[in-house]
């Protein structure tokens, strides 16, 4: 593998495996509703003045914005704000690995949307795989490595959300001719205004101002959520889709990595035992479909990079 595709793959695995960690920081002193539209709004920022620099604009037409909201809410205002309250009692490398069981919940929103007609044994397969791990890490004799019932139920809620909304963008969003970064910024931008929507509802808590809580908050929205996107359309443009689904695995080593070491948290044989599952499940979705439905996935994973983590 070339050196510089090597140092791109390395980056964004670094950056987006980071996430859950600044996630878990930014909560000392943000509720997850101030955290969240906090890092939707820095987000969409970076992407849109980026796209604007390189001549692009929003798209006009109502449809688009319409299916672009559903997104939105799919695959950033719901499950980031879930991921946000889980981690408030849960851990941060707990998190990582439930969300890699997306693909699970891809397929099964591909399959309810008719992206996907039928479905192989090995991918049955790595469904029952990846949801025996997440039952597993969520057990309930594993409390003092996972977190609450509530947290881990946060991160699932917030892992089928994100697969949902891979398949709702594959299925109402690709192939329109809009460039990817028009599609990322203009959903941030909408998961933005959902968020100002419910803020005076559920985001008006007292605001602990923590040094380590604002900086966390600044990297998640500018460097994690809006030069991350940016980074991951290098990558697939760059190296192609396969070489950047890679990160799925990298950036759950990181996430669990960093919240051994430097929040301490306690990870026992389940977690791990866990993590191996949903991993191994997440290569058989991963590998095994048709060249059609290659092809999709790759163009889908070019347009819903915003939604990861």
């Not at 996630?23 to 969409?44: E, H, N, T, W």
């Not at 290659?294 to 990079?305: D, L, M, P």
């Amino acid at each position: 593998m070339p050196m510089a595709t090597c140092a791109r793959l390395a980056a964004l695995s670094l950056v987006w495996g980071s996430v859950f960690l600044w996630i878990k920081i930014a909560g000392y002193g943000f509720s997850p509703v101030q955290m969240v539209l906090a890092r939707l709004a820095l987000g969409a920022a970076v992407l849109l003045a980026i796209g604007y620099a390189r001549g692009l604009r929003p798209p006009r037409e109502k449809a688009v914005w319409g299916h672009l909201t559903v997104a939105a809410l799919l695959g950033n205002a719901i499950p980031w704000t879930l991921y946000a309250e889980g981690e408030v009692h849960g851990s941060s490398g707990v998190a990582a690995v439930v969300n890699g069981s997306a693909p699970i919940w891809t397929l099964a929103a591909a399959l309810l949307l008719g992206g996907e007609k039928r479905v192989s044994g090995a991918r049955a397969g790595g469904v029952l795989l990846g949801l025996g791990g997440t039952a597993l890490i969520a057990s309930p004799w594993n409390s003092a490595q996972t977190g609450t019932g509530w947290s881990v139920l946060c991160f699932v809620l917030g892992s089928i959300g994100f697969g949902a909304s891979f398949a709702y963008t594959g299925r109402f969003l690709v192939g329109r001719g809009i460039p990817p970064l028009v599609l990322a910024g203009g959903q941030l931008a909408a998961a933005t205004v959902l968020l100002l929507a419910v803020f005076p509802f559920l985001g008006l808590q007292r605001v602990t101002w923590r040094t380590d809580s604002v900086v966390s908050v600044l990297v998640l929205g500018v460097l994690c959520t809006g030069f991350a996107a940016l980074l991951n359309f290098e990558l697939i443009v760059k190296d192609g889709a396969a070489v950047a689904s890679t990160v799925t695995y990298l950036m759950t080593a990181v996430a669990v990595v960093l919240g051994a070491v430097v929040l301490r948290e306690p990870l026992g044989p389940p977690v791990w035992l866990g993590a191996a599952a949903v991993l191994a499940a997440t290569g058989l979705l991963r590998r095994t479909p048709s060249r059609k439905g290659r092809k999709r996935a790759a163009r889908a994973a070019g347009e819903t990079s915003t939604s990861s983590s």
